[in-house]
């Protein structure tokens, strides 16, 4: 079992920047990879990045490539994602979630242990 923990949304003007952290614990992850989604309100969850624990490969939705970076602290089993030049569109909760061995980064049914999320408002 891991428990993930998001923090760092909130409310951002236009062209601002955000950090969100995921910290998990219990069960060690080191094998698995994790991602962060995003789901806007009347919309459905998207993927947003990801990134492997071993070895730090990093994946991004097109729509976030070049302004969100995704990093690891793997002392602190904790996973970053930097957003900047945020975009009202950017508006949603954020959860992230652990990776399990099988298929793709990009959809959300290889993934598990899902995060309660974080509010990320970004004003006009």
């Known amino acids: 079992q891991v428990q993930l923990v998001e923090s760092g949304g909130g409310l951002v003007q236009a062209g601002g920047s955000l950090r969100l952290s995921c910290a998990a614990s219990g069960r060690t992850f080191s094998s698995y990879g994790l991602g962060w989604f995003r789901q806007a309100p009347g919309k459905e969850r998207e993927f947003v990045a990801a990134?492997?624990?071993?070895?730090?490969?990093?994946y991004y939705a097109d729509s976030v490539e070049g302004r969100f970076t995704i990093s690891r602290d793997n002392a602190n089993n904790t996973v970053y994602l930097q957003m900047n030049s945020l975009k009202p569109e950017d508006t949603a909760v954020y959860y992230c979630a652990v990776k399990t061995p099988w298929g793709s980064y990009y959809s959300d049914t290889n993934y598990a242990y899902w995060g309660q999320g974080t509010q990320v408002t970004v004003s006009s």
């Open positions: 990134i492997r624990w071993s070895g730090g490969s990093t």
